[in-house]
Protein backbone atom coordinates (compact mmCIF):
# COMPACT_ATOMS: atom_id res chain seq x y z
CA UNK A 1 0.00 0.00 0.00
CA UNK A 2 2.95 2.07 0.95
CA UNK A 3 4.25 1.50 -2.33
CA UNK A 4 0.93 2.17 -4.19
CA UNK A 5 0.23 5.53 -2.59
CA UNK A 6 3.94 6.84 -3.43
CA UNK A 7 3.25 5.45 -6.95
CA UNK A 8 0.17 7.82 -7.21
CA UNK A 9 1.91 10.96 -5.70
CA UNK A 10 4.54 10.58 -8.70
CA UNK A 11 1.83 10.31 -11.34
CA UNK A 12 0.20 13.78 -9.48
CA UNK A 13 3.11 15.84 -10.30
CA UNK A 14 2.67 15.53 -14.61
CA UNK A 15 -0.88 15.78 -13.46
CA UNK A 16 -0.40 19.05 -11.39
CA UNK A 17 1.99 20.11 -14.26
CA UNK A 18 0.07 19.92 -17.07
CA UNK A 19 -3.12 21.92 -15.59
CA UNK A 20 -0.64 24.48 -14.55
CA UNK A 21 0.71 25.11 -17.98
CA UNK A 22 -3.26 24.78 -19.17
CA UNK A 23 -4.98 27.55 -16.74
CA UNK A 24 -1.44 29.88 -17.55
CA UNK A 25 -1.88 29.52 -20.91
CA UNK A 26 -5.55 30.75 -20.88
CA UNK A 27 -5.00 32.86 -18.56
CA UNK A 28 -2.51 34.70 -20.68
CA UNK A 29 -4.95 34.26 -24.04
CA UNK A 30 -8.04 36.07 -22.10
CA UNK A 31 -8.16 39.23 -23.37
CA UNK A 32 -7.94 42.31 -21.07
CA UNK A 33 -4.64 44.00 -19.99
CA UNK A 34 -4.66 43.48 -15.87
CA UNK A 35 -2.47 47.15 -15.55
CA UNK A 36 -4.89 48.78 -17.94
CA UNK A 37 -8.04 47.52 -15.44
CA UNK A 38 -5.86 48.40 -12.70
CA UNK A 39 -4.77 52.00 -13.59
CA UNK A 40 -8.23 53.09 -15.45
CA UNK A 41 -9.15 54.65 -18.91
CA UNK A 42 -7.79 57.26 -18.34
CA UNK A 43 -3.91 55.80 -18.02
CA UNK A 44 -0.78 57.41 -20.12
CA UNK A 45 0.82 54.73 -22.17
CA UNK A 46 4.13 55.21 -20.02
CA UNK A 47 1.82 54.25 -16.91
CA UNK A 48 0.82 51.39 -18.36
CA UNK A 49 4.05 50.21 -19.40
CA UNK A 50 5.50 51.01 -15.79
CA UNK A 51 2.52 49.19 -14.53
CA UNK A 52 3.41 46.02 -16.75
CA UNK A 53 7.21 46.67 -15.86
CA UNK A 54 6.30 46.51 -12.21
CA UNK A 55 4.09 43.13 -11.99
CA UNK A 56 6.41 41.22 -14.46
CA UNK A 57 4.05 40.88 -17.73
CA UNK A 58 6.43 42.72 -19.98
CA UNK A 59 8.39 39.66 -19.90
CA UNK A 60 8.23 36.77 -22.29
CA UNK A 61 5.51 34.27 -21.68
CA UNK A 62 7.65 31.26 -21.14
CA UNK A 63 9.89 33.12 -18.35
CA UNK A 64 6.76 34.46 -16.46
CA UNK A 65 5.56 30.75 -16.58
CA UNK A 66 9.02 29.72 -15.15
CA UNK A 67 9.14 32.33 -12.63
CA UNK A 68 5.94 31.17 -11.39
CA UNK A 69 6.10 28.07 -11.05
CA UNK A 70 9.65 28.20 -9.30
CA UNK A 71 7.82 30.22 -6.73
CA UNK A 72 5.15 27.88 -6.77
CA UNK A 73 7.97 24.84 -5.80
CA UNK A 74 9.71 26.53 -3.13
CA UNK A 75 5.41 27.04 -1.64
CA UNK A 76 5.10 31.04 -2.93
CA UNK A 77 1.91 31.11 -4.89
CA UNK A 78 2.88 34.69 -5.44
CA UNK A 79 1.01 37.81 -5.02
CA UNK A 80 -2.27 39.44 -6.16
CA UNK A 81 -1.39 42.01 -8.67
CA UNK A 82 -4.59 44.03 -7.55
CA UNK A 83 -3.75 43.86 -3.84
CA UNK A 84 -0.21 43.01 -3.57
CA UNK A 85 -0.91 40.72 -0.79
CA UNK A 86 0.36 37.17 -0.83
CA UNK A 87 -1.97 34.69 -2.52
CA UNK A 88 -1.08 30.98 -0.57
CA UNK A 89 -2.68 32.37 2.58
CA UNK A 90 -5.74 34.05 1.26
CA UNK A 91 -6.60 30.58 -0.74
CA UNK A 92 -6.50 29.15 2.57
CA UNK A 93 -8.69 31.23 4.68
CA UNK A 94 -11.34 30.88 1.40
CA UNK A 95 -10.69 27.13 0.87
CA UNK A 96 -11.86 26.86 4.75
CA UNK A 97 -15.06 28.74 4.01
CA UNK A 98 -15.47 26.46 1.04
CA UNK A 99 -14.89 23.11 2.69
CA UNK A 100 -17.16 23.79 5.31
CA UNK A 101 -19.97 24.82 2.94
CA UNK A 102 -19.48 21.71 0.85
CA UNK A 103 -19.59 19.05 4.14
CA UNK A 104 -22.42 21.25 4.55
CA UNK A 105 -23.77 20.36 1.01
CA UNK A 106 -22.35 16.50 1.43
CA UNK A 107 -24.09 15.78 4.36
CA UNK A 108 -27.38 16.83 3.04
CA UNK A 109 -27.10 15.46 -0.47
CA UNK A 110 -26.29 11.59 0.84
CA UNK A 111 -28.31 11.55 3.91
CA UNK A 112 -31.00 12.08 0.92
CA UNK A 113 -29.35 9.96 -1.52
CA UNK A 114 -28.40 7.00 -0.46
CA UNK A 115 -31.40 5.61 1.71
CA UNK A 116 -33.87 6.71 -1.30
CA UNK A 117 -31.69 4.99 -3.50
CA UNK A 118 -31.48 2.05 -1.30
CA UNK A 119 -35.52 2.10 -0.94
CA UNK A 120 -36.22 2.85 -4.73
CA UNK A 121 -33.97 -0.62 -5.20
CA UNK A 122 -35.75 -3.01 -3.17
CA UNK A 123 -38.78 -1.68 -4.30
CA UNK A 124 -37.85 -2.00 -7.35
CA UNK A 125 -40.69 -1.01 -10.10
CA UNK A 126 -43.04 -0.03 -7.79
CA UNK A 127 -44.48 3.67 -7.12
CA UNK A 128 -41.77 3.98 -4.74
CA UNK A 129 -39.42 3.67 -7.10
CA UNK A 130 -40.71 6.52 -9.89
CA UNK A 131 -41.08 8.76 -7.26
CA UNK A 132 -37.62 7.94 -6.42
CA UNK A 133 -36.04 8.40 -9.80
CA UNK A 134 -38.09 11.85 -10.84
CA UNK A 135 -36.79 13.03 -8.02
CA UNK A 136 -33.45 12.06 -9.12
CA UNK A 137 -34.23 13.01 -12.57
CA UNK A 138 -35.06 16.62 -11.17
CA UNK A 139 -31.98 16.67 -9.20
CA UNK A 140 -29.74 16.38 -12.21
CA UNK A 141 -31.21 18.21 -14.28
CA UNK A 142 -32.18 21.40 -12.54
CA UNK A 143 -29.25 23.75 -12.51
CA UNK A 144 -28.22 25.15 -8.90
CA UNK A 145 -27.97 28.63 -10.19
CA UNK A 146 -32.15 28.33 -10.73
CA UNK A 147 -32.68 26.04 -8.24
CA UNK A 148 -30.80 28.00 -5.76
CA UNK A 149 -32.83 31.39 -6.94
CA UNK A 150 -36.13 29.65 -6.01
CA UNK A 151 -34.94 29.18 -2.55
CA UNK A 152 -34.05 32.38 -2.12
CA UNK A 153 -37.55 34.05 -3.92
CA UNK A 154 -39.30 31.65 -1.57
CA UNK A 155 -37.76 30.64 1.62
CA UNK A 156 -35.48 33.60 2.31
CA UNK A 157 -37.52 36.44 0.83
CA UNK A 158 -41.08 35.49 0.71
CA UNK A 159 -41.49 33.79 3.66
CA UNK A 160 -38.22 35.29 5.20
CA UNK A 161 -37.52 32.02 7.35
CA UNK A 162 -33.52 32.32 5.68
CA UNK A 163 -33.42 35.70 6.36
CA UNK A 164 -29.76 36.93 4.28
CA UNK A 165 -27.55 37.51 6.64
CA UNK A 166 -23.41 38.24 6.72
CA UNK A 167 -20.95 35.15 6.61
CA UNK A 168 -20.05 34.06 10.17
CA UNK A 169 -17.40 31.10 10.51
CA UNK A 170 -18.74 27.80 11.64
CA UNK A 171 -16.47 27.84 14.76
CA UNK A 172 -16.93 30.79 15.48
CA UNK A 173 -20.69 31.13 16.05
CA UNK A 174 -22.26 27.91 14.60
CA UNK A 175 -25.78 29.16 14.89
CA UNK A 176 -25.47 32.05 12.65
CA UNK A 177 -23.55 30.05 10.18
CA UNK A 178 -25.87 27.54 9.94
CA UNK A 179 -28.40 30.68 8.43
CA UNK A 180 -25.67 30.99 6.13
CA UNK A 181 -25.03 27.73 4.60
CA UNK A 182 -28.74 26.38 5.10
CA UNK A 183 -29.83 27.54 1.63
CA UNK A 184 -26.51 27.18 -0.41
CA UNK A 185 -25.44 23.87 1.02
CA UNK A 186 -29.37 22.78 0.13
CA UNK A 187 -28.55 23.89 -3.64
CA UNK A 188 -25.70 21.68 -4.05
CA UNK A 189 -26.62 19.40 -2.10
CA UNK A 190 -29.97 18.20 -4.17
CA UNK A 191 -28.53 18.86 -7.09
CA UNK A 192 -25.62 16.38 -5.72
CA UNK A 193 -27.90 14.01 -4.07
CA UNK A 194 -29.42 13.01 -7.75
CA UNK A 195 -26.58 11.58 -9.12
CA UNK A 196 -25.91 9.67 -6.24
CA UNK A 197 -29.50 8.59 -5.46
CA UNK A 198 -28.76 6.86 -9.33
CA UNK A 199 -25.92 5.49 -8.83
CA UNK A 200 -27.18 3.85 -5.53
CA UNK A 201 -30.15 2.01 -6.93
CA UNK A 202 -28.14 0.83 -10.03
CA UNK A 203 -25.26 -0.30 -7.56
CA UNK A 204 -27.83 -2.69 -5.46
CA UNK A 205 -29.64 -3.53 -8.18
CA UNK A 206 -27.24 -5.22 -9.62
CA UNK A 207 -26.23 -6.76 -5.99
CA UNK A 208 -29.53 -7.68 -5.19
CA UNK A 209 -29.64 -9.93 -8.12
CA UNK A 210 -26.17 -11.83 -7.08
CA UNK A 211 -26.91 -15.54 -5.82
CA UNK A 212 -25.25 -14.83 -2.80
CA UNK A 213 -28.28 -12.81 -1.88
CA UNK A 214 -30.31 -15.33 -2.81
CA UNK A 215 -28.27 -17.46 -0.70
CA UNK A 216 -29.23 -15.15 2.28
CA UNK A 217 -32.35 -15.28 2.06
CA UNK A 218 -32.92 -18.74 1.26
CA UNK A 219 -31.57 -18.72 5.15
CA UNK A 220 -34.00 -17.36 6.12
CA UNK A 221 -32.54 -13.75 6.84
CA UNK A 222 -34.17 -10.08 7.24
CA UNK A 223 -34.75 -8.13 4.36
CA UNK A 224 -32.84 -5.52 6.81
CA UNK A 225 -29.41 -8.20 7.02
CA UNK A 226 -30.13 -8.99 3.59
CA UNK A 227 -29.41 -5.86 2.19
CA UNK A 228 -27.04 -3.68 5.04
CA UNK A 229 -25.67 -6.65 6.14
CA UNK A 230 -25.23 -8.22 2.56
CA UNK A 231 -25.70 -6.12 -0.31
CA UNK A 232 -24.35 -2.46 0.93
CA UNK A 233 -20.87 -3.12 1.30
CA UNK A 234 -21.13 -5.11 -2.24
CA UNK A 235 -22.87 -2.19 -3.47
CA UNK A 236 -20.72 0.43 -1.65
CA UNK A 237 -17.44 0.96 -4.45
CA UNK A 238 -19.31 2.71 -7.34
CA UNK A 239 -21.04 4.59 -4.88
CA UNK A 240 -18.22 5.69 -2.99
CA UNK A 241 -16.49 6.44 -6.52
CA UNK A 242 -18.80 8.47 -7.73
CA UNK A 243 -19.38 10.47 -4.10
CA UNK A 244 -15.50 11.30 -4.05
CA UNK A 245 -15.85 12.66 -7.79
CA UNK A 246 -18.86 14.70 -6.65
CA UNK A 247 -16.66 16.00 -3.42
CA UNK A 248 -14.11 17.65 -6.13
CA UNK A 249 -16.86 18.80 -7.75
CA UNK A 250 -18.06 20.58 -4.67
CA UNK A 251 -14.98 22.11 -3.81
CA UNK A 252 -13.71 23.54 -6.63
CA UNK A 253 -17.29 23.70 -8.50
CA UNK A 254 -18.94 25.94 -5.60
CA UNK A 255 -18.42 29.00 -7.97
CA UNK A 256 -21.77 30.52 -9.12
CA UNK A 257 -23.40 29.00 -5.64
CA UNK A 258 -20.69 30.76 -3.29
CA UNK A 259 -21.90 34.29 -6.10
CA UNK A 260 -25.40 33.72 -5.69
CA UNK A 261 -25.63 33.45 -1.54
CA UNK A 262 -22.55 35.97 -1.59
CA UNK A 263 -20.37 33.35 0.33
CA UNK A 264 -16.52 34.14 0.71
CA UNK A 265 -15.44 31.24 -0.51
CA UNK A 266 -12.40 30.11 -3.18
CA UNK A 267 -14.70 29.99 -6.09
CA UNK A 268 -15.66 33.16 -5.25
CA UNK A 269 -12.18 34.40 -4.96
CA UNK A 270 -11.24 33.14 -8.48
CA UNK A 271 -14.04 34.53 -9.91
CA UNK A 272 -13.06 37.61 -9.02
CA UNK A 273 -9.68 37.15 -10.23
CA UNK A 274 -11.20 36.09 -13.55
CA UNK A 275 -13.28 39.46 -13.46
CA UNK A 276 -9.61 41.32 -12.73
CA UNK A 277 -7.90 39.87 -14.76
CA UNK A 278 -5.75 39.06 -11.15
CA UNK A 279 -3.28 36.15 -13.25
CA UNK A 280 -1.83 34.81 -10.24
CA UNK A 281 -5.08 34.79 -7.99
CA UNK A 282 -6.39 32.42 -10.61
CA UNK A 283 -3.49 30.36 -11.77
CA UNK A 284 -2.58 29.40 -8.02
CA UNK A 285 -6.42 29.00 -7.06
CA UNK A 286 -6.84 26.25 -9.74
CA UNK A 287 -4.05 24.68 -8.92
CA UNK A 288 -4.87 24.64 -5.41
CA UNK A 289 -8.20 23.30 -6.48
CA UNK A 290 -6.64 20.42 -8.65
CA UNK A 291 -4.45 19.22 -6.05
CA UNK A 292 -7.00 18.70 -3.29
CA UNK A 293 -9.19 16.72 -6.11
CA UNK A 294 -6.70 14.52 -7.35
CA UNK A 295 -6.00 14.37 -3.10
CA UNK A 296 -9.53 12.99 -2.76
CA UNK A 297 -9.29 10.77 -5.73
CA UNK A 298 -6.09 8.98 -3.92
CA UNK A 299 -7.90 9.14 -0.87
CA UNK A 300 -11.14 7.21 -2.64
CA UNK A 301 -8.13 4.49 -4.08
CA UNK A 302 -7.47 4.00 -0.68
CA UNK A 303 -11.04 3.73 0.94
CA UNK A 304 -11.32 0.60 -1.27
CA UNK A 305 -9.58 -1.65 0.37
CA UNK A 306 -11.38 -1.42 3.19
CA UNK A 307 -14.58 -1.50 1.55
CA UNK A 308 -13.45 -4.70 -0.01
CA UNK A 309 -10.87 -6.30 1.45
CA UNK A 310 -10.33 -8.34 -2.11
CA UNK A 311 -8.52 -5.19 -3.84
CA UNK A 312 -4.61 -5.34 -3.25
CA UNK A 313 -2.64 -3.09 -4.77
Known sequence: MGRYILNRMVTMIPILFGISVLVFTIMHMVPGDPASIMLGTNATPEAIAAMRQSMGLDKPV???????????????????????????????DRFSVTLQLSIFAAIIGWTIAVPVG??????????????????????????NFAFGTLLLLTLSLYFG????????DFWVDPAEAFKVFILPAVTMGVVLAGGIMRMTRSAFL????????????????TEW?????????????????????????????????????????????????????????????????????????????????????????
Open 118 to 143: IVSAVRAHTSIDVVGRIAAMLGISVP
Open 161 to 168: WFPPVDYV
Open 62 to 92: VTQYLNWISGLLQGNFGESVRTGEAILPEIL
Open 225 to 313: KVVFGHAFRNSALPIVTLAGMQIGYLLGGAVIVEQLFSIPGLGQYILDGIHQRDYPVVQGGVLFVALVFVTVNLLVDIIYTWIDPRIKY
Open 206 to 221: ETLDKDFIRTARAKGN
